[in-house]
């Protein structure tokens, strides 16, 4: 069955410091892995995606994460945080069953620092 | 091009009272989904529909819970006889034919007294 675990209920830095959201998953096949953010009282907005190619995806505001086959991880990175990226954050893997719903982990609160 | 629409964005209601909770998906997405998020929990899947098609169910409940989305007009996830365990945010979210990410609405948060 396919899963996803963010082994972090929360990650606290510094603004300017770099950050890391920890993503594993488990798949059979090829995973297709997408993170998203949400903010208090709203909806997930989509930040990045993998599907093939390099291993290394960039995404909105500055996100990037990088695909590791060998470890099963996808963490989110970016390079210099902001007070603003305060929010909870969401891996999740696209179910091989083809239907499209993705299984999403419990979720990492991401809380930046002045 | 507007986004995902969910209404109500609020909903309160009593134990053993109808809710009913409606979502557009993005134009020219025909692919939805239904999501639940409880307090300090992640997303459970609850069901994926296609225009007039429940393609996976596995996730909804087996009692009181229904989906529909009808040849026109926005899909419908309907909870019978709520009780207080129902208590939480349902989001809708949509795709084009070939999916890659879902996209989300603002969610439908659910206070049942």
């Known amino acids: 069955a396919q899963s996803v675990a963010q082994p972090e209920d929360q990650v606290n830095v510094a603004e300017g410091n770099p950050l890391t959201v920890k993503c594993t998953y488990s798949?059979?096949?090829?995973?297709?892995l997408f993170w998203y953010v949400q903010y208090p009282n709203r909806g997930l907005q989509f930040l990045l995606k993998?599907?093939?190619?390099?291993?290394l995806v960039k995404g909105s505001y500055g996100f990037e994460a990088e695909f590791n086959k060998s470890q099963t991880s996808f963490h989110l990175k970016k390079p210099s945080a902001l007070v603003s990226d305060s929010a909870l954050y969401f891996c999740a893997v696209r179910h091989t069953s083809n239907t499209g719903k993705l299984i999403f982990g419990q979720g990492t609160t991401l809380q930046v620092k002045p | 091009n507007a986004g995902v629409m969910q209404n109500p964005r609020h909903l309160v209601r009593r134990r053993g009272q109808e809710a009913r909770l409606r979502c557009s998906p993005m134009?020219?997405?025909?692919?939805v989904y239904w999501y639940r998020q409880l307090p300090e929990e992640g997303l459970k899947f609850m069901v994926y529909?296609?225009?007039?098609?429940?393609?996976?169910e596995s996730g909804m409940p087996k009692e009181r819970f229904s989906a529909e989305f009808p040849k026109e007009g926005p899909s419908i996830l309907r909870i019978q006889q709520v009780v207080r365990g129902d208590s939480a945010a349902y989001f809708c979210a949509s795709s084009p034919p070939f999916p890659g990410e879902l996209f989300f609405g603002e969610g439908s948060r659910l206070t049942v007294l």
């Open positions: 993998y599907i093939t190619g390099d291993n």
């Open positions: 798949v059979s096949g090829n995973p297709y």
């Open positions: 529909l296609q225009k007039e098609n429940i393609i996976d």
């Open positions: 134009k020219g997405h025909s692919h």
